[in-house]
């Protein structure tokens, strides 16, 4: 049943990966860029405990694949959202952090937001205190955002594996700096609402 | 004022709704039937098949042996109730306090109503020919009491209008059966002989309320009106809906929210009270210059929330354009269903699908209920078919989602071509997107046939996991019929 007081489904006031020291603050809009950028996006979103939303074009979301989320969270807990323009997208992004009904946002776009696009979705996270990060195809441009990573996919020795280079390229409040990491699904019998796995360290480096 | 209420019969409604549905089988032999003690027996017939034998009560199998040309249709209980309930809102016509009577009868309280026709028989006889119109064949009877009244219709001969304070003397002659007792009652009353009403006279109440029961002597009490028997009339159907005439027009954004905030403070607090929720809303704005708009809103499950409802009409209203403002707003309840208050669950898995049903209205009301989706699993092998993306508003929920045989893509292209640089089973180089790989480590090859029973028929496919020394991890795919082997990038991994 709806409820005229939105719901928060994240009481902490940050997103913390153990071990790693890399902290997201709720309430805030993140950005990630990179080749991987939608693969930190859904390790961040495992994370996170409550709904889903993922924006982005029509075509750019229909490439999503529910079979290999499960690696990371219930796709049941994941609505989509197919847009036709970056207009469009932006409203959604801004309609969906504000609503106070998801967890997370994860919006897809080409050129990243400007300054008074990312002010805008800004405010609309601290309102509905959710999480929103934009996936960025294209070019960051300067922006309100709280934190910019930069996301590449790092070759491994097996083909099993995943693990990614994070570079946190700003941060508006704390150090920036570069994480190797990699995930580990757990196995099962893990609770079921439950994060299905961890991030772990591969190997640390200064920024 | 002395009461007075017709009774209406309609002996025949089963088989009238099928007249008036032009159903050529009622002109022959025909009979409506219904289960009754395990067996299929006749209820209504037709005048053909009265002519031909056939009784009420009957069973089929009987009235088969009897009349072979017999068709026969079961009752539709529903239907009839319904064309029952509109023939009580044509009885509004007559008075507005009527009542469904039974499953083939009305009970009217026509107490000071009879004047506008010109008096009780005209305003029968008024009613009759109206019924006639219709093609519905009915018996009316007007009394003091609902009983009487009731009593006359199915079982009077030829004054069907019992003068007020005639009652006792109308029914005197009526068969017992007339006083709506149950059968075993009827047929213990007339093996002492009681076979007419007007033989329980001579009985004393105490009597009969001690061989036949209390209900019985009342019954007969009520008949006669020495206690009272109102007509309790049906509640109207509810209509959610409010609306608001202003004496001069409006056009401020905060007077238009005002006027929304107490329209639906109306149409909420009412479903509230019904235990029922909306899917959609619609807010009707007459602009004074251009006329009547129409907004809606939808939900992605029956909704009552006020506020959620406000806010899901500030989009719409403010691309309203109202030069000159409106004066006439009506908001009604759209698609109205029942919404009882359930018990939460405790591992707050409700919480998740609340969020879920708030982002899809919210989301869904501007880019439309089609482009907002969510997954569910497919039984098929074929990856690109292990999943289909369904509307959101109408998703069922999955109980799980079965575990993933094999790891597979993150993002699933419609496989692009790539450029081969330097041959190799997968290619040892390439170019996809312009940007060039080099495979590092291959995993390799996931043989995939194809659907066999889907009409189109496709190739076999060969999927390769591909690690590339430039680190995007992508599945590669080949088709081993072809030769050259052409190469295509289906996904890639997180």
């Given amino acids: 049943m709806q409820q005229g007081k939105a719901k928060y489904y994240r009481r902490q006031a940050s997103l913390s990966l153990s071990h790693t020291g890399i902290v997201l603050q709720n309430g805030r809009v993140h950005e990630a860029c990179g080749t991987a950028a939608d693969a930190f996006a859904v390790v961040m979103a495992a994370k996170l405990s409550g709904p889903l939303v993922w924006i982005g074009r029509g075509a750019q979301v229909r490439t999503l694949a529910p079979t290999a989320l499960q690696a990371f969270f219930d796709p049941r807990r994941l609505v989509t959202a197919g847009c036709e323009n970056r207009k469009e997208i932006l409203w959604a992004a801004e309609q969906a952090l504000r609503c106070g009904g998801v967890a997370g946002v994860i919006a897809e776009m080409g050129m990243g937001p400007d300054l008074k696009e990312s002010r805008r979705l800004q405010l609309a996270a601290e309102a509905g205190r959710s999480l929103g990060l934009i996936v960025i195809g294209r070019a960051a441009q300067s922006s309100a955002a709280q934190t910019r990573w930069q996301c590449e996919a790092l070759p491994r020795t097996d083909t099993c594996g995943q693990s990614w280079r994070w570079s946190l390229q700003k941060n508006k409040s704390g150090r920036t700096g570069t994480w190797h990491v990699g995930w580990r699904a757990h196995r099962k019998g893990k609770a079921e609402d439950g994060p299905s796995g961890d991030v772990h360290m591969v190997a640390a480096s200064a920024a | ?494």
Avoid at chain 2, 290 to 305: K, N, S, Y
Wanted: proline share 8%.
């Fill in chain 2, 1 to 494: 004022m002395a009461r007075r209420v017709m009774s209406i019969w309609l002996p025949r409604l089963p088989l009238d709704r099928r007249v008036r549905r032009q159903d050529p089988r009622v002109d022959g032999v025909f009979a409506i039937t219904r289960e009754i003690k395990n067996a299929k027996r006749l209820t209504h017939i037709s005048d053909a098949g009265i002519k031909a034998g056939l009784v009420a009560g009957m069973s089929a199998a009987d009235a088969r042996a009897l009349c072979p040309e017999l068709l026969t249709e079961p009752a539709d209980p529903v239907r009839e109730e319904a064309l029952l309930r509109a023939l009580r809102r044509w009885a509004d016509r007559l008075s507005p306090w009527g009542a469904l009577d039974g499953l083939d009868g009305l009970a009217i309280d026509i107490s000071g109503c009879a004047h506008l026709y010109g008096g009780e028989k005209a305003m029968r006889t008024e009613a009759m020919g109206q019924l006639a119109d219709m093609q519905i064949r009915s018996q009316m009877a007007i009394a003091d009491t609902q009983g009487a009244a009731w009593a006359l219709a199915r079982y009077g001969h030829d004054d069907m209008i019992a003068g007020a304070g005639q009652t006792a003397k109308s029914v005197h002659s009526l068969p017992v059966e007339a006083l709506r007792i149950e059968p075993a009652i009827a047929i213990s009353l007339r093996r002492v002989g009681l076979d007419h009403i007007g033989s329980l006279s001579r009985m004393k109440s105490a009597d009969l309320a001690k061989r036949y029961g209390l209900a019985f002597s009342q019954r007969l009490a009520k008949v006669l009106g020495h206690i009272p028997d109102p007509v309790a009339p049906m509640a109207a159907d509810p209509v959610f809906a409010a609306r608001m005439n202003l004496p001069d027009p409006i056009g401020l954004q905060g007077d238009v929210q005002a006027v929304l905030d107490r329209l639906s403070t109306s149409v909420c607090t009412r479903l509230e009270k019904a235990c029922m929720g909306a899917r959609g809303y619609a807010l009707t704005v007459r602009c004074v210059d251009t006329g009547d708009h129409v907004l809606r809103v939808g939900f992605a499950r029956p909704t009552r929330d006020q506020i959620v409802l406000i806010r899901q009409f500030e989009k719409p209203l403010s691309d309203l354009r109202m030069k000159f403002g409106a004066d006439w707003f009506r908001l009604i309840a759209e698609s109205v269903e029942p919404l009882v208050p359930v018990q939460r669950h405790i591992s707050g898995k409700d919480d998740v699908e609340d969020g879920l049903d708030i982002v899809i209205s919210a989301l869904g009301n501007r880019l439309g209920f089609d482009r907002v989706r969510r997954f569910v699993p497919r039984d098929s092998h074929i990856p690109e078919r292990e999943f289909a993306d369904v509307d959101a508003v109408s998703a069922p929920m999955v109980e799980a989602w079965p575990k993933p045989e094999r790891p597979r893509p993150l993002r699933l292209f419609r496989p692009e071509r790539l450029r081969t640089l330097e041959a190799g089973r997968p290619p040892k180089k390439f170019a996809w997107r312009g940007a060039n790989y080099e495979t590092r480590m291959s995993d390799g090859p996931e043989r995939l046939s194809p659907e066999w029973w889907q009409p189109r028929a496709e190739p076999v496919r060969d999927y390769w996991r591909v690690q590339t020394g430039e680190g995007p991890r992508l599945w590669l795919m080949s088709h081993p019929a072809s030769t050259p082997p052409e190469w295509f990038v289906a996904g890639r991994f997180p």
